[in-house]
């Protein structure tokens, strides 16, 4: 089926006001990005506006009209840079009144001497910076890193300012070597192109929104409200994937952690101040184990840690300067006053008897029920059990 240019050109429209649409209906179900789906939303309608203004320039050819035109489109594509950008809280406010200025001034100079050669291939060249930047920023954006639909909408900005790099670079130099004939088929694979961006990309960004919105509410599902720290699930799934992956090249232990008297602490001081000795726990026992460690809360103040490469023995050491560090945090106060906060801890080294992490958690809590019996405040290792008893 073949399409003459204003088909294409409307086509064009169609696409980006659906895309329009559909960024705006997001926009309302993904409030913590309704900044960003503002901004695209509003560049797809003005890139729309600006194919609207082209197919007039093709009904009534001026300067006007081709100025107007691109002038318009660099703006809508300005804007998605903009958007882009927005997910990882920068801008480009300046560039883009820079280039839009300069744009402005060149087609003001060239004049109706120079419309045609404007139109045909300089203009291409500022379309094919904005979409390289895009590219760019979602490249770079560490909030969109890892996230699957992110190298799709890579690839999808990128294949367009190549598209438009090789439209400003190479056409001239075809069109002197076959003739003006094939301007009229370049405009038809530009508009062929363009139809497929404006689907493409607004359809890349979108699934990346829903992909981040989806993690946001996976990691919330496994991290503690109160202490930023995995939750007991979290601390399960990833458990198991570092058992499998150290056990048969170096040894791993657990340490399980349980807050001395803390209700005790409630009660006197207040539930505000409990939390706030969670989370400090929470925070020295991150720093005190180093980032090799899989840390969580598994109870109301009960905590679980998994240590690779450390035997019991050399865990026991860890263990006794974490509560150390633990104790002198609380010292130096808590909500503004000091607080006696101490620690017991179990701890169990996975192997000789004790297989899998279902068997050395029970393990590391009947030592730490002993590191409690025997007067709290202290850490108790693990006897040896067999698995299939």
Not at 11 to 24: K, P, R, W
Not at 64 to 77: D, H, R
Not at 263 to 284: C, M, P, Q, Y
Request: glycine residues 8%; contains cysteine.
């Amino acid at each position: 089926m073949r399409f003459d240019l204003f088909t294409l050109y409307v086509l064009a429209v169609g696409t980006l006001l659906l895309s329009t649409g559909m960024t705006l209906w997001e926009r309302q179900a993904r409030p913590q990005r309704r900044r960003e789906l503002g901004i695209l939303a509003l560049g797809y309608a003005t890139l729309a506006l600006g194919c609207v203004v082209a197919i007039g320039r093709h009904l009534l050819p001026s300067v006007a009209l081709s100025a107007a035109s691109n002038f318009v489109l660099v703006s809508g594509y300005l804007l998605i840079l903009q958007g882009v950008a927005s997910f990882s809280g920068r801008h480009h406010r300046t560039a883009s009144l820079a280039l839009l200025a300069t744009l402005a001034a060149t087609w003001v100079l060239a004049g109706p001497s120079w419309m045609i050669d404007l139109w045909n291939y300089v203009s291409a060249v500022p379309i094919s910076l904005i979409s390289a930047a895009t590219a760019w920023e979602i490249a770079r954006s560490d909030r969109l890193r890892g996230l699957r639909s992110r190298r799709i909408a890579i690839g999808i900005v990128a294949v367009h300012a190549a598209f438009y790099a090789t439209r400003a670079f190479a056409l001239a130099p075809l069109a002197a070597l076959f003739g003006a004939d094939i301007l009229p088929v370049a405009a038809k694979i530009t508009m062929y192109e363009g139809v497929l961006y404006s689907v493409g990309l607004p359809m890349a960004l979108l699934a990346l929104v829903r992909e981040e919105a989806h993690e946001q509410l996976l990691n919330a599902s496994q991290t503690d409200y109160l202490t930023g720290v995995g939750n007991r699930r979290w601390f399960f799934e990833q458990g198991e994937r570092l058992v499998q992956k150290h056990l048969a090249r170096q040894p791993v232990s657990l340490l399980l952690f349980d807050l001395d008297h803390f209700k005790t602490i409630n009660d006197r001081f207040g539930h505000s101040t409990g939390d706030e000795v969670l989370k400090l726990f929470a925070d020295v026992a991150l720093r005190s184990l180093g980032p090799g460690a899989i840390f969580a809360r598994v109870g109301g103040e009960e905590f679980a840690a998994l240590v690779p490469g450390q035997n019991k023995v050399t865990a026991r050491a860890s263990g006794q300067a974490l509560s150390a560090d633990f104790c002198r945090a609380v010292e130096a106060g808590v909500n503004g006053m000091p607080v006696e906060a101490t620690v017991s801890i179990g701890v169990a080294e996975l192997g000789n008897g004790i297989a899998t992490l279902s068997s050395a958690m029970s393990a590391a809590d009947r030592a730490l029920y002993a590191a409690k019996a025997l007067g709290r405040n202290r850490i108790e290792l693990a006897e040896l059990v067999d698995d299939a008893r």
